[in-house]
């Protein structure tokens, strides 16, 4: 399982970035993707998930209404738009996969593959 999470930078708040996750080495098609992030000093937190379909997304209260996620099995590529963004975004954004095919990506995290982060600065 190869996970590559790409697209961070620096951007004001209010601004957008848009990321994007590259995805080899299982079969993409069957699996949930989600996105976490780690703040400086913050544990490991939630962002969003894709169904394997692509039918279902949710997303964390803090980000719900700005950030969307998608996929485009083809590709095998799952991206997170990222819109109105504040200070408090700042963080290494990873994207994950669950272990088994056909479930949900563990939102606590323990039970899933990672990739590489990116890193997110949102400056005031």
């Known amino acids: 399982v190869q996970l590559q999470a790409s697209g961070g930078g620096l951007v004001q708040a209010g601004g957008s970035l848009r990321l994007s996750c590259a995805a080899s080495?299982?079969?993409?098609?069957?699996?949930?993707i989600g996105w976490f992030r780690q703040a400086p000093g913050k544990e490991r937190e939630f962002v969003a998930t894709?169904?394997?379909?692509?039918?279902?997304?949710y997303y964390a209260d803090s980000v719900k209404g700005r950030f969307t996620i998608s996929r485009d099995n083809a590709k095998n590529t799952v991206d997170l738009q990222m819109n109105s963004l504040k200070p408090e975004d700042t963080a290494v954004y990873y994207c994950a996969v669950p272990r088994q095919p056909y479930t949900a990506i563990d939102r606590a995290g323990g039970g899933n593959y990672w990739g590489q982060g990116t890193l997110v600065t949102v400056s005031s």
């Open positions: 894709i169904s394997w379909s692509g039918r279902s997304t």
């Open positions: 080495g299982f079969t993409f098609d069957d699996y949930a």
